[in-house]
């Protein structure tokens, strides 16, 4: 498991931000009050960022986010399934996140004055966050956050517009919205591109860094398989589900162990499973499931390996209204599997059967003795 904090992506975004502001101060002259609200409106960014994408924690074994698209399905549930305390907190959490943006962006530009320019422009900002999300995988995504945080912007800007009214008598109030409003050239969400590139540019290497660091490269597998059994050597070495099994022998060449990796990015693996050595001779099998979360949706991979002194050519795996054949390779240890979607938790948790046959097609799985468990 890997957990950033935000610490690091704010520092950087501040280093970058501070210099671009002076700069455009002094390319384009600035007024102390619309700088101002520009800061505030930095801040309050970066609160939401921090709270909707950080602490980003990759369970690298189960790096999966949920997702909902179905509208005011998430709020119905809220309301039903949990308390009152916690509902309320979650829907007026999500109303609250991008509701400043519903007087910030108004004050600093006059073409956002007016409902639809601002709204589907707080649409994209949630949407964005949403796709983000969905991008690191760490975080569930719903079409009801975009809702809620559309929906507390538009209560923001009718209470900017109501006071803009009640303020036309007051040539200072007019003043000062004439003094801070814009109409900036290009779209005002690109306004702030480069400080954002630029801090992305930054912060995501340092980040990948990581994970690569905590993962292992396809040749790093073997050395961390042999390093956890020493003495061991890698005698077979088979791929499925995303997975990479390899077979390892003990040194005193009495057993068999098996370790398996989930590739977890294009090339780099997390280690599942590290199993003991059995005692092993002749055709022999053994099988098993590879970590899974029934909650978020995932598919397990079985999984079947061993010696194959008898030659066989396929295994057939047999399940509850499941059967599944898989090509052995033409060398002494194998290691198969497939993906699948259970029924019901239960469905993996009942011993698979497993049929063993040759090119011909006839049945030899009386040659193959399971593995003592």
């Not at 931000?17 to 700069?23: Q, V």
């Not at 801090?199 to 340092?206: D, F, Y």
């Not at 590290?274 to 949706?297: C, H, L, M």
């Amino acid at each position: 498991m890997i957990t950033f904090e935000a610490t690091r992506l704010i520092v950087v975004a501040v280093a970058v931000w501070i210099p671009w502001r002076i700069l455009t101060w002094r390319l384009k002259g600035g007024d102390p009050f619309r700088e101002a609200v520009v800061a505030i409106l930095f801040g309050w960014m970066l609160v939401v960022v921090r709270y909707t994408l950080f602490p980003l924690v990759i369970v690298l074994y189960d790096w999966r986010g949920r997702g909902s698209l179905v509208p005011f399905a998430s709020i119905a549930q809220l309301i039903r399934e949990t308390n009152a305390a916690v509902a309320v907190e979650n829907i007026a959490g999500n109303l609250l996140l991008l509701a400043p943006l519903g007087i910030l962006l108004p004050l600093l530009f006059t073409e956002l004055r007016r409902p639809w320019p601002l709204i589907w422009r707080v649409a994209a900002v949630s949407a964005a966050i949403e796709v983000i999300q969905l991008i690191t995988r760490a975080r569930s995504v719903d079409i009801d956050d975009v809702i809620l945080n559309v929906a507390g912007a538009a209560i923001a800007f009718g209470i900017f517009r109501a006071v803009a009214r009640l303020s036309r008598g007051s040539r200072r109030a007019v003043a000062l919205l004439d003094r801070l409003g814009a109409e900036p050239r290009r779209e005002p969400l690109l306004l702030a591109a480069v400080p954002v590139l630029l801090t992305a540019a930054i912060v995501v290497p340092l980040m990948y860094s990581t994970v690569v660091s905590a993962t292992l490269g396809d040749a790093g597998i073997e050395t961390d398989a042999t390093t956890a059994l020493p003495g061991a050597t890698v005698v077979g070495r088979g791929e499925a589900g995303g997975h990479a099994f390899l077979i390892l022998r003990t040194a005193d060449e009495g057993g068999l162990a098996l370790a398996a990796y989930k590739e977890v990015l294009p090339g780099r693996y997390t280690w599942v499973v590290r199993g003991e050595p059995v005692p092993w001779g002749g055709s022999q099998y053994d099988w098993g499931i590879t970590t899974f979360n029934v909650a978020k949706g995932e598919r397990p991979t079985v999984y079947v390996w061993g010696s194959n002194e008898s030659d066989a050519a396929t295994v057939v795996v047999r399940g509850e209204e499941l059967t599944e054949r898989l090509s052995l390779p033409d060398a002494p240890y194998f290691a198969v599997g497939f993906r699948f979607t259970p029924d019901e938790l239960t469905e993996v948790l009942e011993p698979f059967e497993f049929e063993f046959l040759d090119d011909a097609g006839v049945d030899i799985t009386d040659e193959f003795v399971p593995a003592a468990r």
